[in-house]
């Protein structure tokens, strides 16, 4: 049997679709088209391969960023009784093509499909949420205690055009619960996702609208149409083509000229059946009960086309003139038939999922204004050495203090004692530990303070405990 892989291309694996590759170049380079990408660490003449457009990488400097969103996704999920799940970045493509709908911009545009083993289509995936429709499938959790309330956490991949918050690659947090349908459910994943924002100090407004079920909608989109058709000169190019392909997708234009046709339009909300309806007006009791200030989106339709009645999007809620003003940090809503869809037996589902680039423009904000929140040093000390023998003491007390959980930043490469310190600066900790040879005769060993330079002499084998003690005053 043919193998292939994404990580190591084989001779066998082909693109199905070509996606545009600048001409002449074997990678695509970074930064915006047509603009050469500097690279600062290159020598001269040298060509070294960038990133490819909307990707990232993800540096040091931004740990602590991916630390804090990490964390607080845990706890949240842990507090809720959610469970982790992981599924893989490669999918079958058909996975997506069918459940997210023909006429959405992440099938007919933003899919990386390439042609896996014996010619069948595979992708990156898009999103998380028809993956863990899939695993609920083929690990048989209908057997499982019900509701499966699952989280997760990964990258997701779209081919769309890039800009600030919108990424080719691009991280996700998301939470699912399958096998259950009612409104607390649906209220409960409004809060965590809230809540989630709210915990990292964000401002977020939580937009709602019930889409109904599957005959809701076809009436309604029978109105809408009909609506559309009637302003079809008032609409874009782009929302013409969407009127044949998807006509929902018009109330999701952001062109301003489609703003005043859609701001006219039948709203889906009048074409909600009794039980639809009422499902509605459950969740947004809980919400007030639950104290989540929420607005009413009547044109809030979601991208993707496997939700029925609950769709909801978190919106940065900063002033109109910010740059990140309504930018979309997470979304989602009720599924009930995809699991059906899938092949699965008839299983309600609901979830949602959280941008975490989107969530660190704001992140980094706080820093600028409050860098002390996010004070990433590992360590606040450094192990500076001189001298073979007391290099091979360090050695030994850096590996004895990092089995009792003490992280010590260190070069022992190095030899000089100014170099060392020098980094020690560099890493801004607050004391250094040094080690000459003088010190391994007498069985001691030297802690500076940085800012001041007062050295104090102690016996090596007290390291742990006044390292302890520094490490407990310098957290305050
Ligand atoms: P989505 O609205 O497509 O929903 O994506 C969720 C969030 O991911 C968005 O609100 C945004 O913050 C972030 N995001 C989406 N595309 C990009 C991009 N190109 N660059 C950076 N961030 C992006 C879903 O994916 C559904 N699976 C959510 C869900 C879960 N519904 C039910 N369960």
Redesign the pocket.
């Known amino acids: 049997m043919k193998k292939s892989s994404l990580g190591k291309p084989a001779k066998n694996v082909k693109p199905a679709r070509v996606l545009p590759v600048k001409k002449g170049t074997e990678a695509p380079v970074a930064g915006t088209e047509g603009e050469a990408p500097e690279i600062k660490g290159a020598r001269r003449g040298a060509k070294t391969p960038a990133t490819l457009r909307?990707m990232k990488d993800i540096l040091p400097k931004e740990e602590v960023y991916w630390t804090l969103m990490r964390r607080t996704a845990e706890n949240l999920a842990r507090a809720y009784g959610y469970n982790y799940i992981e599924t893989p970045i490669v999918e079958e493509a058909g996975l997506f093509l069918r459940t997210l709908g023909k006429g959405t911009d992440?099938v007919d545009k933003?899919m990386y499909i390439f042609e896996g083993d014996e010619g069948a289509k595979i992708c990156l995936r898009?999103?998380?949420?028809?993956s863990i429709a899939r695993a609920f499938i083929i690990h048989g959790m209908h057997s499982w205690p019900q509701p499966v309330k699952v989280w997760t956490m990964g990258p997701?991949f779209?081919h769309?055009r890039?800009q600030a918050?919108?990424?080719?690659q691009?991280?996700?947090f998301?939470?699912?619960v399958l096998g259950e349908r009612d409104p607390s459910i649906d209220a409960e994943l409004i809060v965590m996702a809230y809540n989630y924002l709210r915990d990292l100090h964000i401002p977020v407004q939580v937009a709602m609208n019930s889409i109904g079920n599957l005959e809701d909608r076809e009436r309604y989109i029978v109105e809408l149409v009909g609506y559309l058709r009637g302003k079809r000169s008032y609409l874009s190019e782009e929302s013409k083509k969407r009127l044949h392909r998807n006509p929902l997708r018009v109330l999701d234009s952001k062109e301003e000229q489609d703003r005043v046709v859609v701001e006219e339009a039948p709203q889906i909300i009048d074409w909600l059946s009794d039980a639809s309806r009422q499902y509605f007006m459950k969740v947004l009791e809980y919400l007030d009960e639950l104290e989540v200030p929420y607005v009413l989106q009547p044109t809030l339709v979601?991208?993707?086309d496997?939700?029925s009645d609950t769709v909801f999007?978190?919106l940065a809620d900063v002033p109109a003139e910010d740059p990140h003003a309504g930018?979309?940090?997470?979304?989602?809503?009720?599924?009930d038939g995809l699991v059906e869809q899938l092949g699965g037996r008839p299983t309600p589902?609901?979830?949602?999922?959280?941008?975490?680039?989107?969530?660190m423009l704001f992140l980094k904000r706080q820093a600028e204004q409050d860098p002390a929140r996010f004070h990433d040093s590992v360590s606040p000390l450094f192990f500076a050495q001189l001298g073979e023998q007391a290099r091979r003491r360090a050695l030994y007390l850096i590996e004895q203090l990092r089995r009792v959980g003490i992280v010590v930043y260190h070069n022992v490469a190095k030899s000089s004692l100014k170099a060392q310190l020098e980094l020690a600066h560099k890493y801004g900790v607050s004391h250094a530990l040094i080690l000459g040879q003088k010190e391994v005769q007498d069985g001691t060993i030297i802690i500076r303070d940085m800012d001041s330079g007062i050295q104090e002499i102690i016996d090596e084998k007290k390291v742990e405990v006044e390292v302890r003690k520094l490490l407990a005053k310098d957290r305050g």
């Open positions: 909307g992440v933003e898009p999103e998380p949420t028809a997701m779209r769309d890039p918050g919108r990424y080719r691009f991280h996700q998301g939470c699912e979601r991208g993707l496997y939700y999007e978190l930018l979309a940090l997470g979304g989602g809503g009720r599924y589902g609901a979830g949602f999922g959280i941008g975490l680039e989107r969530t």
